[in-house]
């Protein structure tokens, strides 16, 4: 039986979708279960347990090259069963015309009602379960009947190869020896860029936490501040502020590291040997967590933002949730000035975020 699953937008999203690939393979052990990603997934699908093949779809490509390359797609794969779970609705077109027998997955606007036979039709505004377990649920008409008790054994893994992540830990040094920092010391991670409209600290925070933790462990660690190109305006407030406060041992402790540079696989790489991770609602807080890596993850209390839908897989004593103590009335947008907890995100002190990682961080 083969299963070709279709999710071609963010990073975190498609990390969502993958143990759907597991719940197949723990019920039809024999199966094969394929993937569509965006480009921007390309580099971690390979990583991933469960997919045993996958293929890219550009999102920037016109129309017609998407339909060339979702139809070679099927020839190649033919699947039994497509899926379509979130992006892209060119896939489920061309599975549609293809006619594939069995057509699932999510039905919302009108091109699943028009392309899906088997589809499910979700209002996932409503927030009342997390995305893995929505996701979960688009695979009961194919007989996979998901109970909550499965899902720690359904969590998305990444599998390393040793090699490659000694020859990009190795580069990753390098780096940082460059740029005058010492690599004795531990690795402490903060992501402040984000895509999308989801509520963000303010990137000043995330300087007055580097500053806060650098005076509560002198010269103990490395703070390592990942962003990619698109992230450069969440960086702005975070680096005036280290500038304002800056000290020799500070300077030397500090390090800005462009993760698209060697791509997302280097990253993860990279990811896997830090002690801490502090991040927001992104992609990179979903691959901290699948990596078991200690984190602090902050998020908005807006109802499709919110932690319920969107927050890490995995739920331990290695992951802290940081919301804003409010009460949120707003479903989709924030209210801004109309709202009495406008700055909400500002309720999150950073000296919140301090006690978290004291908890993690005490040991050295």
Known sequence: MKYLISRTDAIGDTLLTTPMANKIKKDIPDAQVGMIVSSRSSDIIGMVKGIDRFWVLNPNDNFIKKLKVCFSI?????????LYVGGSHVPAFCS????????????SKWQTFLFLNKGIRQSRSIVS?????YNFNLLKPFGHNYHMDERDSLAPKLF??????EASLSNFYSQLTANGLTLNKPVIMLHPGMTGHTLNW???????????LNALYPGKFNYVVSYTPSDESYLVGMKDFLEM???????????????????????????????????????????ANILGI??????????????????????SEKLKLHIPDVVCGENFHCAGQECPYYECMA????????KSCQNYLDQY
């Open 160 to 165: 390393l190869n040793e090699k490659d992540k």
């Open 96 to 107: 549609f015309w293809k006619r594939i027998k069995l057509r699932g997955g999510l039905v």
């Open 74 to 82: 099927l020839k190649e794969f033919r699947p039994d069963i497509f």
């Open 347 to 354: 309720k999150i002190e950073v000296e919140d975020i301090v």
């Open 294 to 315: 200690n984190q602090m993850a902050i998020y908005s209390p807006i109802k499709v933002q919110s932690a319920l839908r969107w927050g890490p897989y995995t739920k």
């Open 129 to 133: 379960m997390h995305e893995s377990d």
């Open 245 to 287: 406060n800056k000290t020799r041992d500070l300077s030397q402790s500090v390090y800005f590291f462009d993760g698209s540079m060697e791509g997302l696989r280097n990253y993860v790489h990279v990811l896997s040997n830090v002690e801490l991770f502090i991040g927001p609602s992104t992609g990179t807080t979903h691959l």
């Open 202 to 212: 303010n990137s000043r925070n995330y300087g007055r936490l580097i500053v806060r």
